[in-house]
């Protein structure tokens, strides 16, 4: 992402973990950074980066944490989503069973 502008601001949260940026306008409490700054951030990786003495930190770590916490949440939301179908299609079969009188259960 080659962006041309002289001067941007990103955006940090209590840990100095760069949260945002912007290219123009800016944010309450933002810190102009030059553009060599933004366009070495990759925009998945934003959260995972820390401004720290005006030079921009990789934290893989952070990121790899960040990363497995994603997936897990995303097995979690199917596994959940595997569940509650399960119990549709079990009262489908007890209706059914219901309905027709044999026991399908």
Same mark, same amino acid.
């Given at each position: 992402?080659?962006?041309?502008?002289?001067?941007?601001?990103?955006?940090?949260?209590?840990?100095?973990?760069?949260? *945002?940026?912007?290219?123009? *306008?800016? &944010? %309450?409490? *933002?810190?102009?950074?030059?553009?060599?700054?933004? =366009?070495?951030?990759?925009?998945?990786?934003? *959260?995972s980066?820390?401004?720290?003495?005006?030079?921009? %930190? &990789?934290?893989?770590?952070? &990121?790899? =944490?960040?990363?497995?916490?994603?997936?897990?949440?995303?097995?979690?939301?199917?596994?959940?989503?595997?569940?509650?179908?399960?119990?549709?299609?079990?009262?489908q079969?007890?209706?059914?069973?219901?309905?027709?009188?044999?026991?399908? %259960?």
């Amino acid at each position: 992402m080659e962006i041309q502008l002289d001067k941007m601001q990103i955006q940090l949260d209590e840990d100095n973990r760069i949260t *945002g940026y912007a290219t123009v *306008g800016g &944010f %309450v409490d *933002g810190i102009e950074v030059s553009e060599e700054v933004i =366009n070495s951030l990759e925009d998945e990786k934003i *959260g995972s980066y820390k401004y720290v003495n005006g030079e921009v %930190v &990789f934290d893989a770590e952070h &990121f790899e =944490n960040r990363q497995a916490e994603i997936a897990k949440e995303e097995q979690e939301a199917i596994s959940d989503s595997l569940d509650l179908r399960v119990e549709q299609l079990q009262a489908q079969v007890e209706y059914i069973s219901i309905l027709t009188g044999v026991d399908l %259960v």
